[in-house]
């Protein structure tokens, strides 16, 4: 073949590789696409080269590291997955020592409102303790407690509610 061919046929599979996403479940990125442990960091890592991402950016948080841990049944304590997701954050926190985040925790329907908003702020205190106890400037946290107020999913079934009780770190 010519090199204008396989340089065109290069492009062409490049960019159909650009357009494909894995949709993660809800142990790691309740639907979200591209989150997930396999996620490259930093420069040359997934999502950069192509200019897809800022790095630095939401994005570049949702799509490498993961934006969200998820908590059993009323608790506020970190499991494995939620610890390796933190630690990834921790990582990219550092990469990026400009950056604030916003913690929210968030629970499913059921509870009372009291209840949940209470639950809610243990969950994002949780979340930036861990952050603090790796490194983290506490200066660069906020946390927040949206209850049931924000459901991932509105369905009212148990992998609905598995995904509503989260806690959410967002680019601030």
Avoid: H
Wanted: proline share 4%; charged share 20%; hydrophobic share 35%.
């Amino acid at each position: 073949m010519r090199p204008r061919t396989l340089c065109s046929l290069a492009l062409a599979a490049a960019l159909l590789a650009a357009c494909s996403s894995d949709e993660q479940g809800a142990s790691n990125g309740a639907g979200r696409a591209g989150v997930g442990a396999g996620a490259g960091m930093g420069p040359g890592g997934a999502g950069y080269g192509a200019g897809r991402v800022t790095p630095g950016g939401e994005e570049d948080l949702v799509q490498n590291v993961g934006d969200r841990i998820f908590f059993d049944t009323d608790r506020s304590d970190l499991t494995g997955n939620a610890r390796d997701t933190l630690m990834r954050q921790v990582q990219w926190l550092q990469q990026n020592p400009t950056v604030n985040v916003l913690l929210s925790g968030n629970c499913d329907e059921r509870g009372t409102e009291e209840y949940n908003l209470g639950l809610g702020q243990r969950r994002a205190a949780t979340d930036a303790n861990f952050l603090v106890a790796q490194g983290v400037n506490a200066a660069r946290l906020q946390t927040i407690s949206y209850g049931k107020d924000r459901p991932v999913d509105p369905a009212s079934t148990p992998d609905a509610w598995a995904k509503d009780r989260n806690a959410i770190t967002q680019v601030r």
